[in-house]
Protein backbone atom coordinates (compact mmCIF):
# COMPACT_ATOMS: atom_id res chain seq x y z
CA UNK A 1 0.00 0.00 0.00
CA UNK A 2 1.19 3.12 -1.11
CA UNK A 3 0.45 6.55 1.18
CA UNK A 4 0.49 10.32 0.13
CA UNK A 5 1.74 12.92 1.91
CA UNK A 6 -0.12 15.68 3.53
CA UNK A 7 2.08 18.71 4.86
CA UNK A 8 0.21 20.18 7.73
CA UNK A 9 3.01 22.48 9.40
CA UNK A 10 0.75 24.66 11.45
CA UNK A 11 -0.94 21.62 13.29
CA UNK A 12 2.55 21.26 15.35
CA UNK A 13 2.27 24.92 16.31
CA UNK A 14 -1.33 23.37 17.61
CA UNK A 15 -0.18 20.50 19.50
CA UNK A 16 2.52 21.52 21.41
CA UNK A 17 0.86 25.18 22.55
CA UNK A 18 -1.50 22.67 24.02
CA UNK A 19 0.16 19.64 25.11
CA UNK A 20 0.31 19.52 29.13
CA UNK A 21 0.15 23.10 28.77
CA UNK A 22 -1.84 25.30 31.85
CA UNK A 23 -4.22 27.96 30.42
CA UNK A 24 -1.86 30.95 28.83
CA UNK A 25 -4.07 33.22 29.12
CA UNK A 26 -6.11 35.37 26.32
CA UNK A 27 -5.26 35.18 22.85
CA UNK A 28 -7.73 37.25 21.73
CA UNK A 29 -7.08 39.98 24.10
CA UNK A 30 -3.26 39.28 23.93
CA UNK A 31 -3.26 40.21 20.09
CA UNK A 32 -5.52 43.25 20.84
CA UNK A 33 -2.81 44.46 23.12
CA UNK A 34 0.20 43.53 21.10
CA UNK A 35 -0.06 45.58 17.95
CA UNK A 36 2.12 43.20 15.84
CA UNK A 37 -1.53 42.34 13.76
CA UNK A 38 -0.17 40.26 11.08
CA UNK A 39 1.93 37.82 13.98
CA UNK A 40 -1.37 37.69 15.78
CA UNK A 41 -3.31 37.32 12.67
CA UNK A 42 -5.11 40.49 13.40
CA UNK A 43 -7.08 41.16 10.58
CA UNK A 44 -9.17 43.78 11.56
CA UNK A 45 -9.36 46.39 14.93
CA UNK A 46 -12.11 48.23 15.70
CA UNK A 47 -13.04 50.61 18.82
CA UNK A 48 -15.47 47.85 19.68
CA UNK A 49 -14.43 44.94 17.82
CA UNK A 50 -11.24 42.67 16.73
CA UNK A 51 -11.45 40.12 13.92
CA UNK A 52 -8.86 37.28 13.73
CA UNK A 53 -7.99 34.71 11.14
CA UNK A 54 -8.30 31.44 13.33
CA UNK A 55 -4.75 29.60 13.75
CA UNK A 56 -6.34 26.92 13.71
CA UNK A 57 -9.11 26.57 11.01
CA UNK A 58 -11.85 24.18 9.89
CA UNK A 59 -11.88 25.51 6.41
CA UNK A 60 -9.95 27.65 4.85
CA UNK A 61 -10.94 31.49 5.86
CA UNK A 62 -12.15 30.57 8.98
CA UNK A 63 -12.66 33.81 10.96
CA UNK A 64 -12.88 34.63 14.48
CA UNK A 65 -15.01 37.95 15.44
CA UNK A 66 -14.89 39.29 19.12
CA UNK A 67 -15.93 42.03 20.82
CA UNK A 68 -12.57 44.20 21.78
CA UNK A 69 -13.25 43.80 25.39
CA UNK A 70 -12.74 40.57 27.90
CA UNK A 71 -16.39 39.61 27.58
CA UNK A 72 -17.51 35.99 28.18
CA UNK A 73 -21.26 36.19 28.36
CA UNK A 74 -23.81 37.92 25.74
CA UNK A 75 -25.06 39.71 28.94
CA UNK A 76 -21.86 41.47 29.40
CA UNK A 77 -21.89 43.22 25.86
CA UNK A 78 -23.22 46.70 25.55
CA UNK A 79 -25.80 47.49 23.07
CA UNK A 80 -23.52 49.56 20.95
CA UNK A 81 -21.24 45.97 20.89
CA UNK A 82 -23.61 43.60 20.05
CA UNK A 83 -25.08 45.98 17.16
CA UNK A 84 -20.87 46.98 15.92
CA UNK A 85 -20.03 43.01 15.99
CA UNK A 86 -23.51 42.10 14.33
CA UNK A 87 -22.59 44.64 11.95
CA UNK A 88 -18.87 43.32 11.80
CA UNK A 89 -20.05 40.19 11.00
CA UNK A 90 -22.29 41.22 8.04
CA UNK A 91 -18.81 43.47 6.48
CA UNK A 92 -16.34 40.12 6.98
CA UNK A 93 -19.16 37.60 5.27
CA UNK A 94 -19.19 40.31 2.06
CA UNK A 95 -15.24 40.51 2.13
CA UNK A 96 -14.82 36.56 2.06
CA UNK A 97 -17.48 36.54 -0.30
CA UNK A 98 -15.17 38.54 -2.67
CA UNK A 99 -12.25 37.33 -2.02
CA UNK A 100 -12.95 33.09 -1.68
CA UNK A 101 -16.70 33.60 -3.03
CA UNK A 102 -17.70 30.68 -1.02
CA UNK A 103 -21.25 29.15 -1.83
CA UNK A 104 -22.00 28.99 2.05
CA UNK A 105 -21.44 29.65 5.73
CA UNK A 106 -21.36 28.61 9.72
CA UNK A 107 -21.44 31.21 11.96
CA UNK A 108 -21.51 30.26 15.58
CA UNK A 109 -21.06 30.56 19.12
CA UNK A 110 -20.22 28.42 21.46
CA UNK A 111 -20.89 29.43 25.18
CA UNK A 112 -18.87 27.70 27.76
CA UNK A 113 -16.18 24.74 27.77
CA UNK A 114 -18.97 21.96 27.11
CA UNK A 115 -20.40 23.51 24.28
CA UNK A 116 -17.09 23.65 22.54
CA UNK A 117 -15.51 27.15 23.46
CA UNK A 118 -11.99 26.77 22.94
CA UNK A 119 -11.86 30.00 25.25
CA UNK A 120 -14.89 30.41 27.11
CA UNK A 121 -13.60 33.69 29.21
CA UNK A 122 -13.87 35.78 25.55
CA UNK A 123 -17.00 35.50 23.64
CA UNK A 124 -16.04 35.00 19.83
CA UNK A 125 -18.22 34.05 16.85
CA UNK A 126 -17.03 31.48 14.14
CA UNK A 127 -17.64 32.59 10.30
CA UNK A 128 -16.34 29.64 8.80
CA UNK A 129 -16.86 30.19 4.76
CA UNK A 130 -18.14 26.22 3.15
CA UNK A 131 -18.05 25.20 -0.47
CA UNK A 132 -20.00 22.29 -2.13
CA UNK A 133 -17.47 19.05 -1.51
CA UNK A 134 -15.23 20.84 1.12
CA UNK A 135 -15.91 18.26 3.22
CA UNK A 136 -14.39 14.56 2.72
CA UNK A 137 -13.08 11.03 4.30
CA UNK A 138 -10.04 13.05 6.24
CA UNK A 139 -11.88 14.75 9.29
CA UNK A 140 -13.72 11.31 10.39
CA UNK A 141 -10.53 8.83 9.33
CA UNK A 142 -7.53 10.80 10.31
CA UNK A 143 -8.94 13.70 12.35
CA UNK A 144 -6.93 15.54 10.06
CA UNK A 145 -8.93 18.89 7.91
CA UNK A 146 -6.95 19.77 4.56
CA UNK A 147 -6.47 23.77 4.57
CA UNK A 148 -5.99 24.64 0.86
CA UNK A 149 -3.59 27.93 1.45
CA UNK A 150 -0.76 29.08 4.23
CA UNK A 151 -3.02 31.80 6.94
CA UNK A 152 -0.13 33.98 6.15
CA UNK A 153 -1.12 34.22 2.23
CA UNK A 154 -4.74 34.71 2.79
CA UNK A 155 -3.98 37.09 5.41
CA UNK A 156 -2.12 39.32 3.15
CA UNK A 157 -4.40 38.64 0.73
CA UNK A 158 -7.54 39.70 2.96
CA UNK A 159 -5.93 42.74 4.40
CA UNK A 160 -5.09 44.02 0.95
CA UNK A 161 -8.75 43.78 0.02
CA UNK A 162 -10.01 45.71 3.24
CA UNK A 163 -7.79 47.83 3.07
CA UNK A 164 -8.31 48.98 -0.54
CA UNK A 165 -12.05 48.57 -0.67
CA UNK A 166 -13.80 51.08 0.90
CA UNK A 167 -17.42 48.96 0.86
CA UNK A 168 -15.68 47.10 3.59
Known sequence: ????TLWAPWRLDYILQNKDKPDSGCFLCRGVADRADRDNLVLLRGELT???????????????IAPAAHKGTLAELTDAELLDLARTQRSMIELI??????????????????AGAGLPGHLHWH???RWNGDTNFMPVLSETRVIVQ?????????????ENDPST
Not at 50 to 64: A, D, E, I, S
Not at 97 to 114: C, F, S
Request: aromatic fraction near 10%.
Open 1 to 4: MSYE
Open 50 to 64: VVVLNRFPYNNGHLL
Open 97 to 114: DRVLEPQGYNVGLNLGRV
Open 127 to 129: TVP
Open 150 to 162: SLESLYDLMKERL
